[in-house]
């Protein structure tokens, strides 16, 4: 049953929410009675289950675990390249081993103030219920909030547009041609598939930056880490790469070998049949699959007033995650804006940690 007043309610069941009820957990909250974690979703795994089935993670299982347990290895010729299903598996067994009792679904519509106490109790409505809460921790992500960037002619093309949100599976484009944006890990992941049953044409803001085969998530981490707490202390400092580089897993490299991981400039504009670059080159296409990134899913947050001119919330404090305005408020899992890292399974544990540390006093 959900509780009706907690000391703390997290909103969001997936990777950063659980990382976080476990740590509230440890500290002494008891799930159900002072502690709820409210899921939108219908069952298990956060985002995952959304995903495209062929995606990868880019770093093996033993690095890509939320606190207290380390995820299972997948061991198979992708050098140990966890797929989405292992994912999910692993999250859905995660909250059971620590019976966080995730209530779900319930999707939280709006978070208020009580009243005009600085000290008194936030709101959390759901489309189900209402609870109170002297502290909300808020990890819904982004992946409800893909961003579509907007390029003249979008509404004129008679093909498919997609964002990577939408992508499912690579037989969907059997026998056409795709035109791929983006040049990131999720845009090499996706061409590579699609280019196995279709012709394609890779285009990107800039050029794509392709890291050694032999290095994978776990430099990522540790130079991104490394480079944040430089930057921290006013020294420079010079890394592999960072997390938007691409990782050559086994499918990146397969489309090397095909010739594929070729990148075109941005196309300036869309028609009817295609996509133009600014010199009026073009190209034939039947769809264009968006692999531009998401935004930050804080639609919730809105009646608090707190979110500035670029969609985020400013936050700080000794947990790096109190919204400044309102330190009842946490922000845990959206980037690095909120934690180095905080947006993957490996990196938020840390951010999750403070947090708890902060509400509880421990």
């Known amino acids: 049953m959900l509780p009706d007043h907690v000391d703390v309610a997290v909103v969001g069941g997936g990777q950063a929410g659980l990382a976080t009820a476990f740590y509230l957990q440890r500290a002494g909250l008891t799930p159900g009675r002072d502690l709820v974690v409210l899921d939108a979703a219908d069952r298990p795994g956060g985002a995952w289950p959304r995903t495209w089935q062929g995606l990868r993670l880019f770093s093996p299982a033993g690095f890509s675990s939320l606190p207290g ?88 093309f008679a093909g498919r547009l997609l964002h990577a949100a939408g992508y499912s599976t690579p037989g969907d484009f059997a026998g056409q041609h795709v035109v791929v944006v983006g040049g990131g890990n999720s845009a090499a992941q996706v061409l590579a598939e699609v280019s196995t049953v279709a012709t394609t044409t890779w285009v990107t803001a800039r050029t794509p930056r392709f890291l050694p085969d032999d290095v994978d998530g776990r430099v990522l981490f540790a130079t991104a880490r490394a480079r944040i707490e430089a930057l921290e202390q006013g020294r420079e400092h010079a890394g592999v790469g960072g997390l938007g580089d691409i990782v050559m897993v086994a499918s990146v490299k397969d489309a090397r070998e095909r010739g594929v991981l070729e990148a075109r400039a941005m196309f300036a504009a869309l028609d009817n049949g295609g996509v133009v670059w600014a010199d009026g080159t073009r190209q034939d296409c039947d769809a264009v699959i968006w692999c531009t990134g998401f935004r930050p899913a804080l639609q919730h947050l809105r009646p608090l007033g707190l979110r500035t001119h670029d969609g985020r919330i400013p936050v700080g404090g000794p947990s790096g995650t109190a919204a400044l305005a309102e330190p009842r408020l946490h922000l845990v899992g959206y980037g690095d804006w909120t934690g180095p890292a905080s947006a993957t399974l490996a990196g938020v544990g840390p951010s999750a940690r403070a947090t708890a540390a902060i509400l509880t006093g421990r």
């Open 69 to 156: 347990w380390m995820m299972p290895p997948w061991d198979d010729a992708t050098r140990g390249y966890p797929p989405r299903d292992h994912v999910v598996d692993y999250l859905t067994r995660y909250e059971e081993r620590y019976d966080l009792r995730v209530q779900r679904p319930h999707r939280v519509t709006a978070v208020t103030r009580a009243d005009d106490d600085p000290d008194g109790r936030l709101l959390v409505h759901t489309d189900h219920h209402l609870v109170t809460a002297r502290a909300v921790v808020s990890a819904t992500g982004t992946w409800e909030r893909p961003f579509w960037p907007r390029y003249p002619g979008m509404a004129d």
